[in-house]
C-alpha cells in the first residue's frame, strides 16, 4: 500500500550508531549517522569540516539539537539504554520521574564533560559514580523481550552497551534541556508523539543487520544505516503505530515507562 508524503508524521529518519570511547571531544569512528529523508535511501551525515575526521558525541548531541529544533518532524533512533532497570530505582529510592532519573545520573556521571572518560568515573577519579553502581545481572524488561540484549551495567564485554549508556545518557539530557517541548523522549514523556514533533527513541540494530546488505559499510556505518532504514521503512508502510504501541499488559507498561522500551520490540 502506497502513503502520500503529507500524511505521514515523520520525513526525516535518523539512525546512529552510537560509542562510548574516550572522551565527549574525541574523534571516534564509532559514531555514525545516517538520514533517509522523505523516500530516499539512507545516506551518511559527515561531521563539519574541521581537523576532526569522524563525529565526538558532543557534535553528535549539537548536531541532533540544530536538527531538530527547526525543519519537519524527524524520527530518531540511538542505540543506547536510555534508562536503568527497576531495580535501580528501587535500591536507590529514585522517584519513578525520568527527567529526575537523567538530573540524579548526572550529578553522579558527569562523563559529558570535557576530558571525561567514562572509566575514569568507575574508577573513582571524577565524578561519584561509587554512589549508583548497578548490577551487570540487572536487566530491564525490553532487554529480556530483545533476547540477546545485554544488561546496562554489563561492561567490559563484547557487545556491550554499558558504555555507551553510560557515556550517551548526560546528552539526552542536553537534548531536552535544549529542545523542550520540541521532542518527545519515547515512551517516557508518553506512547504517541504530539503532532508535530520530533520522537527520539531507544534502537537496537541487531534486530534487523542481516535485513539489509551491507554493501562494503563498515560494521558501524551499517548499524547506523538500517536504524534509519527501518525506521523509514516501517513509517512508510504504516506498522510504525504497531511498535509505538507494543504488547504489554498494564504493569509492564507502568514499567516500560521507568525502564524505557526498545523501539522494535513488541
Known sequence: ?????????FSRFIGTDYSGAQ????????????????????????????RRKHWTRRGVAEWLACQLRDGPP???????????PLQYFQKYNLPSDWPAFLDDFHHHWPTDEDATYV???????????AARVGNPRWRRLCDIRAGAAKSVFHFDVQGSVAKSTHAGL?????????????????????????????????????????????N????DQHDAYVVAAWLQQVARNGALDDFLHPALTPEERAVAEIEGWILGVK
Open 74 to 84: 524527524a524520527l530518531v533512533g540511538i542505540d543506547h539504554g536510555f534508562s536503568f
Open 1 to 9: 500500500m502506497a502513503y502520500e508524503q503529507a500524511s505521514l508524521p
Open 23 to 50: 572522551t565527549p571531544t574525541s574523534s571516534l569512528p564509532g559514531l555514525r549517522i545516517y538520514l533517509a529523508e522523505g523516500a530516499d535511501p539512507p545516506a551518511e551525515v559527515l561531521p563539519p569540516p574541521g
Open 216 to 219: 562494503g559499510r563498515t560494521p
Open 170 to 214: 548526560p546528552w539526552l539530557r542536553y537534548l531536552r534541556r535544549q529542545l523542550g517541548a520540541r521532542i518527545h523522549f519515547w515512551p517516557f514523556d508518553g506512547w504517541d508523539a504530539p503532532p508535530d514533533h520530533s520522537l527520539i527513541a531507544e534502537v537496537y540494530p541487531s534486530l534487523w543487520r542481516a535485513n539489509w546488505p551491507s
Open 119 to 129: 572509566d575514569f568515573v568507575r574508577e573513582g577519579r571524577c565524578g561519584n559514580g
